[in-house]
């Protein structure tokens, strides 16, 4: 369980989040979502320790983040897998040296584990045949299932999303959605999802977080998105909504 307790940031005297408080279940997608701006990359980027919190807490498992040492924050970070936006994989690799990658910076196993381990996830994401391939020979929609192979390479307690589908054609958003809920269900892992995709807050929004101008104006989940009491939120979903519908209807 991730837990946020009062968290502020700024940036040039510009106040970005405020007085953040939000728990983060395992097991769950636990969904953050807003506009463009409204600070919740900011919020994802404070929750794995790329920006440090101007005040306020970050708890893993009643653990403060600013209270790590090196060495505390080193096993966190093993215990911690990131998907990308792009994916970010490595173009010089294979797809198997890819998923290999953590397990060679953070593990001492044997070759022939290693490569064990990266089959059997390449075949959890349904990425068949293709581990000697390049990146760039893969569809976006696998390139995604790469990363998300790669970003659990380590069993991690904690997963975290930065737009998974950003790019990817509508079917295979579901799909990515589809495998992202059932890995967090299967190992019972605490995923945090930045995203602005109406599909995906209605398909695996178990917990949702909307941001607003950098406060916290609603928490709920998909079950109860369409119906919340809340003006601003309710913009951000007809919006979200529109844009969607004007783009199918063009097609």
Same mark, same amino acid.
């Given at each position: 369980?991730?837990?946020?307790?009062?968290?502020?940031?700024?940036?040039?005297?510009?106040?970005?989040?405020?007085?953040?408080?939000?728990?983060?279940?395992?097991?769950? #997608?636990?969904?953050?979502?807003? /506009?463009?701006?409204?600070?919740?990359?900011?919020?994802?980027?404070?929750?794995?320790?790329?920006?440090?919190?101007?005040?306020?807490?970050?708890?893993?498992?009643?653990?403060?983040?600013?209270?790590?040492?090196?060495?505390?924050?080193?096993? =966190?970070?093993?215990?911690?897998?990131?998907?990308?936006?792009?994916?970010?994989?490595?173009?010089? /690799?294979?797809?198997?040296? @890819?998923?290999?990658?953590?397990?060679?910076?953070?593990?001492?196993?044997?070759?022939?584990?290693?490569?064990?381990?990266?089959?059997?996830?390449?075949?959890?994401? @349904?990425?068949?045949?293709?581990?000697?391939?390049?990146?760039?020979?893969?569809?976006?929609?696998?390139?995604?299932?790469?990363?998300?192979?790669?970003?659990? /390479?380590?069993?991690?307690?904690?997963?975290? #999303?930065?737009?998974?589908?950003?790019?990817?054609?509508?079917?295979?958003?579901? =799909?990515?959605?589809?495998? !992202?809920?059932?890995?967090?269900?299967?190992?019972? !892992?605490?995923?945090?999802?930045?995203?602005?995709?109406?599909?995906?807050?209605?398909?695996?929004?178990?917990?949702?977080?909307?941001?607003?101008?950098?406060?916290?104006?609603?928490?709920?989940?998909?079950?109860?998105?369409?119906?919340?009491? #809340?003006?601003?939120?309710?913009?951000?979903? #007809? /919006?979200?909504?529109?844009?969607?519908?004007?783009?199918?209807?063009?097609?």
């Amino acid at each position: 369980m991730i837990k946020v307790e009062h968290l502020y940031k700024s940036f040039d005297g510009v106040e970005v989040l405020k007085d953040i408080n939000v728990c983060y279940e395992p097991g769950m #997608c636990n969904m953050i979502i807003g /506009a463009s701006g409204s600070g919740k990359t900011v919020l994802l980027k404070n929750l794995i320790g790329l920006l440090t919190p101007d005040s306020g807490e970050i708890l893993y498992s009643g653990e403060s983040l600013s209270a790590m040492n090196l060495d505390n924050k080193r096993r =966190l970070r093993q215990r911690i897998g990131i998907l990308f936006q792009g994916s970010a994989l490595f173009d010089f /690799a294979t797809v198997l040296e @890819n998923v290999m990658f953590p397990m060679n910076f953070f593990t001492d196993w044997s070759e022939a584990q290693k490569r064990e381990r990266a089959r059997y996830l390449l075949e959890r994401v @349904n990425v068949i045949n293709s581990e000697d391939k390049y990146p760039d020979e893969l569809s976006g929609g696998m390139q995604k299932r790469v990363g998300i192979a790669r970003a659990i /390479a380590l069993d991690p307690d904690y997963l975290f #999303c930065d737009e998974p589908n950003s790019g990817l054609d509508p079917y295979t958003s579901i =799909l990515i959605d589809q495998l !992202i809920s059932s890995i967090t269900k299967e190992f019972n !892992i605490t995923t945090v999802v930045n995203t602005h995709d109406m599909n995906s807050m209605l398909e695996n929004g178990d917990r949702i977080s909307f941001i607003h101008k950098g406060t916290l104006l609603w928490q709920g989940d998909r079950n109860t998105i369409l119906t919340a009491d #809340c003006e601003e939120l309710r913009s951000f979903v #007809c /919006a979200n909504t529109l844009a969607r519908n004007i783009i199918e209807g063009r097609k």
